[in-house]
């Protein structure tokens, strides 16, 4: 896998997940990894429709936690570490839980919660650093995703329109 979608916060927004998910397939995303706050199952299930391997973690808001789990059973607790096109992911749902040690061995950390864009380049050791806003718009009113690059470890944030 080259190219992986980045996707967090949609908060129910099920308009927006749509959007995102076409844009990311249409960009040529092969996996999508969501960070959590799908916040019900039936938002989730837009989510699924992603053509391509799936890796997501519960964020603050997913108070349906069985029902989303029934949804899609590897559903994760964060912070956890996804070895994706020889890759080391090391996600959680805020910044806040990402272990120290992961900026260590990780090629790049990626969170949401903020509903906050966050893109600080891989350089040297440190691993990239990425939050790719809110796919929602609630907050900000500027939904976006992010593709990252597996093979190079840069991410581009996309707007979702």
Known sequence: MKKLAILSDTHDH??????AVALLQGRG???LLHLG?????????LVIKFNGPLYMIYGNNDGEKSGLKKLFPELKDGPCVFEIGNRKLGVAHSVEEIPQEYRGFCD??????SHTRVHIPKDGARPLELNP???CGWLTGKPSCA???L???TA??????
């Open 14 to 19: 099920l308009d927006r997940i749509a959007k």
């Open 29 to 31: 995303a092969e996996g």
């Open 108 to 113: 790049g950390v990626l969170y949401g919660h």
């Open 156 to 161: 581009e944030i996309l707007e979702i329109e």
């Open 133 to 135: 806003g809110e796919g």
């Open 147 to 149: 593709m990252l690059d």
């Open 151 to 153: 093979e190079t470890m």
């Open 37 to 45: 706050d799908f916040v019900a199952p039936f938002a989730m299930k």
